[in-house]
């Protein structure tokens, strides 16, 4: 059983369209980060969230640390094209050494 | 600037065969890490090393050994390999107080 849910798994949209994706977890998390993964490539970090209920954006992503540090969301604006990819969230548990990776949200964004 | 390089990208094994992924990384980092992925399961931790000489396990270690003889380098063995082992690794680092993780492109071991 993997400690890092995601939904939804698989996510195909209209170019334009806004998006969110979750990953939730019974277990806090001292931090909480987001990768993007393209295909061939190993994931690439977008952004990391400490703080519960941390709003941090990124040009059209808005990503979200939940107030009890269990769950984060992220959401996506206008989605375009090149946001065609795996995005991954990965927790960490209290300054810990190892990172739980999530179940994986693969998003496909239709010109 | 090569960062995190992976050998080899592809292998195919044959059930109980062994072999040795290598992980080199040009950044100094301390901490080093094996992950695999799999459809619908992410990635998933193997072992781990937090400096030269040192390894730990991870989530999923059965069936892996790891080395870290030399700081820039850290090695996945496989045994005796078997179609379970059938994945995707993925070799990352990061510094001792950064938590970034930087990942290398992965190397894809089929098992026959």
């Known amino acids: 059983t993997q400690l890092l849910e995601q939904s939804p798994q698989f996510l195909s949209i209209q170019e334009g369209e806004n998006l969110t994706v979750y990953c939730n977890s019974s277990s806090v998390f001292s931090s909480l980060q987001w990768y993007r993964q393209e295909p061939g490539e190993g994931p690439v970090l977008l952004v990391t969230v400490v703080t519960g209920g941390e709003v941090k954006k990124l040009k059209r992503l808005t990503f979200q640390f939940g107030d009890a540090r269990k769950d984060s969301s992220l959401h996506i604006t206008a989605a375009q094209p090149g946001d065609t990819g795996l995005y991954l969230c990965?927790?960490?548990?209290?300054?810990?050494?190892?990172?739980?990776f999530g179940t994986g949200t693969s998003l496909t964004v239709i010109p | 600037n090569a960062g995190v390089t992976q050998t080899p990208k592809f292998r195919v094994l044959k059930t109980g065969q062994s072999m040795t992924l290598l992980c080199a990384q040009d950044?100094?980092?301390?901490?080093m890490y094996w992950y695999r992925q799999d459809p619908g399961m992410g990635l998933r931790l193997i072992h781990y090393?937090?400096?030269?000489?040192?390894?730990a396990k991870g989530e999923v270690p059965d069936g892996y050994n790891v080395s870290r003889l030399k700081k820039q380098n850290f090695l996945l063995g496989l045994e005796s390999a078997a179609p379970s082992q059938t994945s995707v690794y993925f070799c990352?680092?990061?510094?001792?107080?950064?938590?970034?993780?930087?990942f290398g492109e992965g190397s894809r071991l089929t098992v026959l």
């Open positions: 990965a927790g960490r548990k209290n300054t810990g050494n190892q990172f739980y």
């Open positions: 950044m100094n980092h301390e901490y």
């Open positions: 090393s937090v400096g030269e000489g040192t390894t």
């Open positions: 990352a680092s990061r510094e001792y107080r950064a938590g970034e993780l930087f």
